[in-house]
């Protein structure tokens, strides 16, 4: 029989009186009311009307009926002691196409919910674009139009103007590495699209929309606290070959580079480091490199696993293939992803080598697991060793001094999770999606009886 090691206890206290705690959630996953007082569709809902995109054919019509319940989830997080909520603002909730005539309705929503949060102690932490554009912009090229980059301070403008007031914390992107690579270059998420002229485009136009839309919360809201968040992943090769080795660099530089170093000013990584970059340069207009770069607040790091990677001829551009979790056969999550908790302490030391970010929050980090009800309690003792031995690896990165001020959980209830549907269940609140009705799961009592004050 093998041993366990039995953990120490976690306390609040070891983290510091001025780390953050929060949930993160975005609007697409958990909102519903789909087409709700003006809402106009997004890509992802276009997306999900299609066929054979979403697995089970689910779509998110309903989600977690969070726009028309949000008090419900407001009160649970109350109990839950939770102090800071991360959600994201549909753009095409407040302009349903995108640009030009306004939703008054959709602006009340989320003022309302702002106002609810406060109201209720809890800090709103307010994300811009969590991968749900205006369909009426796809129409004209989405991110690949470089008219993007006006779409998207215009909108910017507009939510500083009307939630500026309330609103101190803002994130302008959620995950571009992952909503360009999924959405532009694989077509596998919203909008579909493939290939890599699409991609780089959309690279290209999303990091220059970043550091615009950063600089319109710079100039009109005062107290701002300004970020923008990273998916990120530690890359290892499979082997110690010096071609596994190669490709294990330049998955990295995609991945943990390709997208941070030009918001910091550095510009795109060397194609030394991964050649296809050089395919970017016919979109790059004089200027761009230097508009790129915006002095943020903080950065949020998104952390949720490790890859392991072989170099192979057959994959295009990066010339190199994942080896899955599966065939190496270590622990998984429900979505086939390696349960790795060292990969958030190396991530957090990565992302602390750059010092020109002044702070680093995790702004998501939680698991799927199977759940299962019974005698109306969910038991879900594997999210909780998740959470705790990822909250270990982050204590020790800043006890030997690496800056990380916050975490936040993915996330508060169970959501669309994508093209998974509903079949991957990230809450610590169980969701009923056929009577939306909540359940605490025990990962939820244990974070609520962690965050509580002594
Ligand atoms: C990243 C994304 O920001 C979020 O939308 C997603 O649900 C989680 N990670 C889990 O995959």
């Given at each position: 029989m093998s041993k366990r090691r039995i953990e120490p206890e976690l306390f609040k206290e070891q983290f510091g009186e001025d780390f953050l705690w929060g949930v993160a959630t975005a609007a697409f996953q958990i909102e519903g009311a789909h087409d709700a007082d003006g809402k106009g569709p997004s890509i992802w809902d276009v997306f999900t009307e299609k066929k054979g995109r979403i697995k089970g054919n689910h779509h998110a019509r309903t989600a977690c009926d969070f726009y028309n319940t949000y008090h419900v989830d407001v009160a649970l997080m109350k109990q839950l002691n939770i102090p800071n909520f991360r959600f994201s603002i549909s753009w095409s909730r407040i302009l349903p196409n995108g640009v030009g005539e306004i939703s008054q309705s959709g602006i009340d929503y989320y003022n309302k919910l702002i106002d609810h949060l406060l109201e209720n102690g809890i800090e709103p932490w307010v994300t811009l674009y969590h991968w749900d554009m205006p369909h009426a912009l796809d129409l004209n090229g989405?991110?690949?139009?470089?008219?993007s980059i006006s779409w998207f301070t215009d909108y910017v403008t507009l939510c500083a103007k009307h939630f500026g007031n309330r609103v101190k914390n803002w994130m302008v992107m959620n995950e571009p590495s992952v909503f360009t690579g999924a959405g532009y270059f694989l077509g596998i998420h919203a909008p579909g699209r493939r290939g890599l002229a699409n991609y780089l485009k959309a690279v290209h136009h999303v990091t220059l929309s970043t550091a615009a839309g950063a600089g319109i919360l710079r100039a009109t809201i005062p107290q701002a606290n300004i970020g923008t968040t990273f998916s990120c992943t530690q890359i290892e090769p499979y082997t110690q070959r010096e071609k596994d080795i190669a490709a294990a660099n330049r998955v990295h530089t995609l991945l943990n580079r390709a997208f941070i170093e030009p918001i910091l000013g550095m510009g795109y990584p060397d194609a030394t480091d991964l050649p296809v970059i050089r395919k970017m340069e016919p979109y790059i207009q004089p200027g761009d490199i230097e508009k790129m770069g915006f002095d943020f607040d903080f950065i949020g790091i998104q952390c949720y696993t490790r890859e392991v990677v072989k170099a192979s001829v057959f994959t295009p551009y990066v010339g190199a293939s994942l080896v899955k979790a599966e065939k190496r056969r270590v622990p998984t999550t429900d979505m086939g992803w390696e349960v790795h908790p060292p990969s958030i302490y190396h991530m957090i030391n990565h992302f602390n080598?750059?010092?020109?970010?002044k702070k680093i929050l995790v702004t998501e980090n939680g698991a799927a697991f199977p759940d299962r009800v019974i005698d109306g309690k969910v038991y879900d003792l594997q999210r909780k060793h998740y959470l705790q031995s990822h909250l270990r690896q982050l204590l020790k990165a800043k006890q030997e001094g690496a800056r990380v001020d916050g975490y936040f959980v993915w996330s508060l209830t169970d959501n669309f999770e994508w093209a998974e549907g509903y079949h991957t269940r990230f809450g610590l609140i169980y969701v009923d999606f056929e009577t939306q009705q909540r359940i605490v799961k025990h990962s939820g009592e244990w974070f609520a009886e962690f965050l509580q004050d002594n």
């Open positions: 989405g991110w690949t139009n470089r008219d080598s750059y010092p020109q970010i």
